[in-house]
């Protein structure tokens, strides 16, 4: 079993080598197992056929099957956008079908007078049916292969594949895969008892009612089934690790409230704090007086004042002998922040320096030097800070800003410049609960605040299209003469994509012309510019020296100019949620009323439009962080959120199967409370199931602490 389940993917039947190669690079699908191990994140009924009248935009249908006769070909458009199209019909109504690309192979398969099973996404346009490479098959074919029931799974894929294989070719290279077991059974990792206290269905039923839904019922058992063992797995490490942490009492202590912190407290801090600034810092320094390694996340809303905190976190630090570091997503930021706690430290003796990729020789041996001497107290920084050169000399004290941006990995390496483990506080604007956190990013504690500065006024957001841009420009300039300033932010995708940049200098210009000098001065910030010019006119704008600041995401995270009430958004509909709203976070930090304005086209996707019509009704990241997962759904493989997670989830969803997550939790303590290394013989799959997790974790913190 055990053989076959590590058997090369390209002994499939249907794959092959180019093919294995494709699915690797792709999916990461290297074996029989990795494949039977991807499961479908939808079902669709087979045995459904939708006469055309049917399938209306407002029926809202991701696939439909229809049964239409094929009544002309021909082509449309040209040069790149030169498309093959076919228009076919029913007794219902008409439905156009498009390819783009394979033209040459479609137009050879094709045969005008042919009725044919016609199954795809439907799309409207000019209030007609649209099939866009829809999958196609004569009556005949579609007669031969009845057998199977009628759900069929649509795997997670991606574009490549898609175009290689289609949603059915690789439902049967799955099947072809399932045949090799041969009727061999998997074994089941969990004791009969288990199974039976938790209503769990067999594992080998499992993988097959996942692929193969006999039922929807067997489905549902199938699909809960594979969950509680993700989850299981996944809760037997963290707990395991959370003992192994707490046995060991390794943790820097910080007894002291020193003069860095007193000073800076009764002197300097420019504002009082927020009741919830002062129960986190409390928390922390709770944490850093037990003589256990503090793990700490700590979630804000965007603009909740979580760098005043990570600042008084780190002066505690040092006021008791150790170093701290800082570590920001972006250079820009990094440069920010160190200009804003260098401000705020000026009148206290601890030395601050700077390190990022773009540090010119003499900051960077400053830097280096000024660490190892333990001269530099606190270190801010970027991805730089993680390179091997950065010794410190008793780094005691981590922060890490936005934690999203980062791989759970890079974190990992700032841990391993230290004999002992430093104190590690998290810190993220996207609010998750606390169970759902660990599952996100292992074992940790998590500390919120729960409350914006006094005085802050909710940002107005509205979404406009093209049509409206003169209103749009007119709105700009209201705010300028009122003294204010203003974002206008290009979605950059792609670092490397040429378009985008036209898009972003094309707007530069039109608005350079449309808000001329003098009156108006318009500054440009881009990752393409060189280090050195993104800071002159970041620094420009900051000084409320230019009114406009065009920029691409970048500005993304952090960024604060208190005196910026706009926030122009453009091809707003080409974001995530969770940017939508951090971008819109760089506004509404004075004490003005502040506007969040989503550009986009007139033609949205049922998502976009969601998405969009959730950032002008609500300015909570709650909410709209529970949205997006939603929305975004478990068939996104490229979820931006998987990138910071510590595991890679193939079925659980931890925000919805929440449920699950308690049971696999409770469940988890009960069994390492009686066998806290799952050495008895009837724990044997668990400890696989424990071991899997580990391998599918990114990192592993025991060898690190
Ligand atoms: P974020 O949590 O998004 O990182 P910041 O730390 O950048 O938020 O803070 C946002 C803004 O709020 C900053 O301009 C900061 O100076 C201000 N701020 C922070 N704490 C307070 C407070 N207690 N009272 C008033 N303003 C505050
Ligand atoms: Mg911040």
């Known amino acids: 079993m055990e053989r076959i389940w590590q058997q090369d993917i390209k002994y499939v039947a249907g794959v092959g080598e180019a093919r294995a190669r494709l699915l690797e690079r792709e999916l990461k699908i290297c074996t029989v197992g990795d494949l039977l191990n991807h499961y479908p994140f939808r079902y669709i009924d087979r045995t459904r056929i939708y006469p055309i009248h049917e399938v209306t935009d407002a029926a809202q249908l991701t ?74 098959e004569t009556m005949e074919q579609h007669l031969s292969r009845k057998a199977e029931s009628g759900m069929q799974g649509i795997y997670p894929s991606t574009e490549k594949i898609s175009s290689s294989l289609g949603t059915k070719g690789f439902y049967r290279l799955v099947q072809n895969a399932w045949a090799l077991l041969q009727g061999r059974q998997i074994a089941d990792p969990l004791p009969a008892t288990m199974r039976q206290q938790y209503g769990l269905m067999p594992l080998h039923a499992a993988y097959y009612n996942i692929h193969f839904p006999q039922s929807a019922e067997e489905l549902r058992q199938a699909q809960y089934r594979l969950k509680f063992d993700e ?71 965007v603009g909740s004042g ?36 260098t401000r705020m430290l000026e009148k206290i003796p601890v030395r601050v320096a700077i390190l990022t990729g773009s540090s010119k020789a003499k900051e960077r041996r400053e830097a280096l030097e000024g660490i190892l001497a333990g001269e530099v107290d606190i270190l801010i920084g970027t991805h730089a800070l993680i390179e091997d050169k950065v010794q410190f000399q008793n780094l005691g004290f981590v922060v890490i800003d936005e934690q999203h941006r980062f791989g759970v990995e890079q974190r990992a390496r700032l841990w391993t410049k230290n004999q002992r483990p430093p104190h590690i506080l998290v810190m993220t604007a ?57 974002y206008v932010v290009y979605p950059l995708i792609q670092e490397s994509e040429a378009m985008d940049y036209k898009d972003l200098t094309d707007g530069y210009e039109a608005i350079s012309r449309d808000f001329p000098l003098p009156d108006y001065v318009t500054e440009i910030c881009h990752g393409k510019m060189k280090a050195a010019d993104k800071e002159l006119s ?120 929440v449920q699950v997550l308690t049971l696999t939790r409770d469940a988890a303590a009960e069994i390492l409370n009686q066998d806290p290394t799952l050495s008895l013989p009837e724990h044997g799959g668990l400890r696989q199931l424990k071991a899997r997790y580990e391998a599918e974790e990114k990192i592993d913190f025991s060898r690190i602490s």
């Open 63 to 136: 696939y439909v099957q229809i049964r239409a006769r094929v009544m002309s070909i021909g082509y449309a458009g040209e040069g790149r956008k030169k498309r093959f199209t076919a228009y076919a019909q029913d007794a219902t109504g008409r439905v156009e079908l498009v390819w783009f690309q394979g033209i040459k192979w479609i137009e050879k398969k094709i045969e005008v007078g042919r009725e044919y099973l016609i199954f795809g996404r439907p799309s409207f346009y000019r209030g007609m049916l649209q099939l866009a490479h829809p999958e196609l």
């Open 231 to 301: 989850l299981l797995g996944i809760q037997l490490g963290i707990q395991s690790r959370r003992s192994e942490r707490m046995a060991r009492q390794n943790g820097f202590l910080f007894p002291k409230v020193g003069t860095a912190f007193n000073t800076f407290f009764n002197e300097q801090l420019p504002f009082p704090l927020t009741g919830a600034q002062k129960r986190v810092i409390k928390e922390i320094r709770q944490d850093t007086v037990t003589g256990y390694q503090m793990n700490r996340l700590l979630q804000g809303d």
């Open 306 to 341: 979580k760098t005043l905190v990570a600042l008084m976190s780190m002066l505690l630090a040092v006021d008791n002998g150790f170093q701290a570091c800082l570590m920001a997503p972006t250079e820009i930021l990094a440069r920010q922040h160190f200009a804003t706690i």
């Open 430 to 486: 996207t609010p998750i609960p606390r169970t759902l956190a660990m599952t996100l990013y292992g074992d940790l504690d998590v500390s919120v605040i729960d409350e914006l500065p006094p005085g802050r006024r909710p940002i107005q957001t509205y979404h406009y299209t093209d049509s409206a841009r003169l209103r749009l420009w007119g709105f700009l300039k209201k705010q300028i003469a009122l003294g204010r300033q203003v």
């Open 538 to 657: 970041m620094a420009r704008f900051k000084r409320g020296e230019a009114h406009i600041l065009v920029a691409t995401s970048v500005i993304e995270v952090g960024v604060d100019v208190p005196n910026a009430t706009v926030m122009v958004i453009e091809s707003a509909e080409r974001f995530g949620l969770s940017q939508l709203h951090q971008l819109r976070g760089r506004v509404g930090r004075g004490g003005e009323q502040s506007y969040c304005i989503l550009m986009s086209g007139e033609k949205l996707s049922r998502e976009s439009r969601a998405r969009l019509d959730a950032m002008c009704e609500t300015t909570d990241g709650f909410k709209l962080a529970e949205l997006d997962l939603k929305l975004r759904g478990a068939g996104d493989i490229n979820g931006t959120m998987q990138s910071g997670m510590a595991f890679d989830l193939k079925i659980a969803n931890p925000t919805r199967d």
